[in-house]
């Protein structure tokens, strides 16, 4: 990095890969590559570069791995190009690993605003998460059945409104790993 004189960015493509044909179950892969500006005359320069189901320059200087070889939304590889956007631009390297969740974060919220607009494909990525991990909600996505059994759970257990119980409660609330659910996990 250090014989580069312009920055350099980062491409990356999260791959969900299916643990084994019958099972449900799919892993997360990070593919990282740097951005590398097409060649003029190159048959990739025609290409749009935003599209999220196409691979990017960048992954054609090497063997393509495995899971990327086939369709963009195949059976048991499902893929996504994260694009540039106005509010989620290629990151600069070098970045940290807190950085790099952030991005991803980001491009997750920008695949979730494009949801549905059907002639870009940016929101595969949302309906690809949300496909595969139905129960992986964030904590404001929280759907009101579990809001209101932990509320009667809470209730069970003398837990009433804040004024009757100790500040300590409102701290284990927040470093507890672990809540009452339907499943009893």
Known sequence: MAVVKTAMHLRVIVNFVKVHQSSN???????MTIDHPVPEGHRYKERSTNDPALL???YTLSPTPVFL???ADGPLSKWYSVP????NPYPALPMSFPDLATYLMNAL???????????SGNGRLAKAVDLLYPNQRGADDEPEERRGLTDR???L???????????NDDRSALVTPFFADDFGR
């Open 153 to 155: 759970v809470r209730g």
């Open 109 to 119: 919220e920008d695949s979730r605003r494009a949801i549905s607009d059907r002639s």
């Open 69 to 71: 070889r086939e369709s």
């Open 25 to 31: 179950d799919w892993h997360v892969i990070l593919y």
């Open 157 to 167: 257990f003398g837990r009433g409104n804040r004024a009757n119980r100790p500040a």
């Open 56 to 58: 990017p320059y960048s």
């Open 84 to 87: 540039a956007s106005a509010q």
